[in-house]
């Protein structure tokens, strides 16, 4: 959250273990020293827009992350918005590296990406403790950018739900926090 002094690009840049600039502010966050980063990968949803498909064209897992978070920080105008959902996730230790891996796109591709999620991941292989960080945004994706934190609650007939006082229902798009 912002309100809390913290920064999307700055967290991306530290689980990449990576130099990146955090453009809103024009200040680098720089943890290029950082130990233990054994893959890492931004995955988005098959039908995602074309704008970032071409963000992701021919960059590394670290660049695109840095180019989508600062498109995600321009985008948030409140000065305390919330900008991203981070999950941190253990990894059996009885498994390889590749079997990790590809665990992990199997979790991201059934929750996330099925979900219209964007998935900015990083996998640390910490002997004792091999684990994942996944970064997604609150916000779907849309042709212009992002669309609304909140959308409407629909009936099983596709129609918003009306509370008692018949105002239209809402929930987080990115779901709440169970």
Not at 69 to 93: G, I, M
Not at 110 to 129: C, I, K, T
Request: charged share 30%.
């Amino acid at each position: 959250s912002r309100g809390e002094g913290r920064s999307a690009v700055a967290a991306a840049a530290y689980r990449h273990a990576a130099r990146m600039e955090f453009e809103r502010e024009d200040r680098v966050a720089d943890f290029s020293n950082k130990k233990n980063v054994a893959h890492s990968e931004f995955m988005a949803p098959a039908d995602a827009p074309e704008w970032l498909h071409s963000m992701m064209e021919d960059r590394s897992a670290a660049e695109v992350s840095e180019a989508f978070w600062n498109t995600v920080e321009d985008f948030e105008k409140r000065c305390d918005a919330q900008l991203s959902k981070e999950f941190v996730l253990a990894l059996p230790k009885e498994l390889t590296k590749d079997q990790n891996i590809e665990l992990v796109r199997e979790f991201i591709g059934q929750q996330m990406l099925s979900r219209g999620m964007v998935a900015d991941w990083v996998y640390h292989d910490v002997e004792a403790n091999p684990h994942v960080h996944i970064m997604t945004t609150l916000r779907p994706l849309t042709q212009e950018g992002f669309g609304s934190k909140k959308v409407p609650v629909l009936d099983k007939e596709g129609n918003p739900q009306r509370g008692k006082n018949g105002k239209i229902q809402y929930r987080l798009w990115a779901g709440d926090r169970g």
